[in-house]
């Protein structure tokens, strides 16, 4: 029988796990927003509109 984790110990890890993935994200969002951004651009959108369009889809 294995035994049980302290409810605090989940939570903290719960926690970490979550502050993880943010990092990752924004890692991931800064690297590759201005390449949508300009994608956008290329595809006829002013930089005002790109810029807003790849806001709302990479909204985490």
Avoid: C, D, H
Wanted: proline letters at 3%; aromatic letters at 10%.
């Amino acid at each position: 029988m294995s035994e049980q984790e302290p409810l605090g110990t989940r939570a903290a890890q719960s926690a970490s796990a979550a502050a993880n993935v943010a990092a990752e994200f924004s890692a991931f969002y800064r690297s590759f927003v201005a390449l949508l951004v300009g994608f956008l651009v290329w595809q006829g959108a002013s930089a005002a509109i790109a810029a807003e369009l790849a806001q709302e889809t990479m909204k985490p």
